[in-house]
């Protein structure tokens, strides 16, 4: 199969059963979208899909071919992503686990709400869990973010 990753296309054979995560982390060997439950609970495999933020565990990677997938990885390739300097200035993290499908989900709230309100935040948030933070510090990184990307 063909698929874009980070604007690089690739060319992959995997096994009908393989997820789209398990193609990015064991095959590609990008290992910052993370694994965290398996039953797309907790966000932390969160990438882009064609522009759309997706739970990578729950895609077969055939069912990714010939689509554009944007990893973690993806958003630093010409320095960090507005989301990410944000993550980091107002310390939207602790472990870093799940800050990666954090980041990801954020980039794609922002693209439908470039000005949220906190419950849009919350509800952009909803399907990604944090053990750690409390959110306090999450959803003032993602209001940064949205100031820094409004210029």
């Known amino acids: 199969m063909k698929i874009t990753i980070n604007g690089t296309v690739q060319e992959v054979t995997v096994n009908d059963n393989t997820l ?5 982390r064991d095959h590609l060997h990008l290992t910052g979208t993370h694994v965290g439950c398996d039953t797309s609970q907790c966000g932390c495999c969160t990438v882009q899909m064609n522009g759309t933020s997706i739970k990578s565990c729950t895609i077969l990677a055939l069912q990714a071919a010939d689509s554009e997938i944007t990893t973690i990885e993806g958003l630093a390739q010409q ?23 954090m980041i990801m989900s954020t980039v794609q709230l922002l693209k439908d709400f470039p000005n949220p ?11 990604n869990l944090c053990r750690c933070t409390g959110y306090v510090n999450i959803i003032a990184a993602v209001k940064s973010a949205a100031k820094k990307m409004q210029g």
């Open 79 to 101: 320095g960090l992503h507005p989301v990410q300097e944000a993550f980091s200035q107002e310390h939207g993290l602790q472990c870093g686990f799940c800050t990666p499908g």
């Open 117 to 127: 309100t906190d419950d849009q935040i919350i509800a952009g948030l909803a399907g």
């Open 20 to 24: 789209l995560v398990d193609l990015i």
